[in-house]
């Protein structure tokens, strides 16, 4: 384990980066159990301080302090031993939980951030995808009684963060995604910042503010999302032979998505703001 600065430094480059785009984890949850781990390391579970290393590994590519070399090494350790633990847990249905798929999405994501053998990052991304079905991700939290708000948006926000990390596997390897639109029918994240989760009744969408918020950039992945997809069946299957038209429609489409997502002017920001701190 790095000391409490670099630590801080490694979960804060990951929060600004990553998280923002792939909603994996409960930030205010998250950091309370932060500050637990470092009051005490052994009061902590070890899907938290998995969570916690992966986090730290996704972050390690952004960070600049001199001893980044070393800093590096250590988080291609890291995502070894986050490799390990989802192959030797004493069973598979004890990763059956929200935090074991969070484990292996922030796990994915450090594969593909070290370039540690795509291919098989691919392989475990259908395991993944496969664990959030037979979870029930793909059937929106309404479905389940007395369910906690917080526990409904987790859902939502993974699963649609499991869609994107398939779909961008699926391209990187030339082959078809292995869902389509019509495989679930869990509905977007709602537009809320992580604190007002709680307070949030749980309905997904009933809060439709268009203000900027920790979820405006999957929501507007969730827009274009079926036509992405459509895109990557098209262009990697085998006998596919779309007309010009289709994919002009397409096109189209695309295009028209981009360019509301750089119309917000907040997202212009981020894209303008270094990304790198180091303290």
């Known amino acids: 384990m790095p000391t409490r600065d670099i630590a801080d430094a490694l979960v804060d480059a990951y929060f600004r980066t990553g998280e923002s785009i792939y909603r994996i984890l409960h930030v205010p949850s998250f950091k309370e ?109 309404s479905y389940i009684p007395n369910v906690r708000p917080l526990h409904a948006e987790l859902r939502r926000r993974l699963w649609f963060t499991i869609l994107e990390l398939n779909l961008h596997l699926s391209l990187d390897m030339g082959k078809r995604a292995e869902i389509r639109t019509d495989d679930w029918d869990t509905l977007p994240s709602s537009n809320l910042n992580d604190e007002d989760v709680e307070n949030h009744s749980g309905l997904a969408g009933d809060f439709s503010s268009e203000a900027y918020t920790q979820c405006t950039i999957q929501r507007l992945l969730h827009e274009s999302l079926g036509m992405r997809l459509e895109a990557c069946q098209i262009m990697n299957g085998i006998r596919s032979e779309p007309s010009y038209d289709v994919v002009l429609s397409l096109a189209s489409q695309l295009t028209k998505a981009a360019k509301k997502a750089n119309a917000i002017p907040e997202l212009t920001q981020l894209q303008a703001r270094p990304i790198i701190s180091y303290r």
């Open 33 to 141: 159990e932060y500050k637990q781990y470092w009051a005490n390391p052994a009061s902590v579970d070890i899907s938290f301080l998995l969570k916690m290393l992966l986090a730290m590994s996704n972050g390690a590519i952004f960070y600049r302090g001199p001893d980044a070399a070393h800093i590096i090494a250590q988080a291609k350790k890291w995502v070894f031993a986050g490799q390990h633990w989802l192959s030797q847990a004493p069973s598979e249905k004890s990763r059956l939980t929200l935090s074991g798929l969070q484990v292996h999405c922030l796990l994915i994501l450090a594969r593909q951030a070290h370039g540690m053998v795509g291919d098989l990052a691919w392989i475990s991304m259908g395991s993944l995808l496969r664990a959030a079905q037979m979870m029930g991700l793909d059937r929106d939290s």
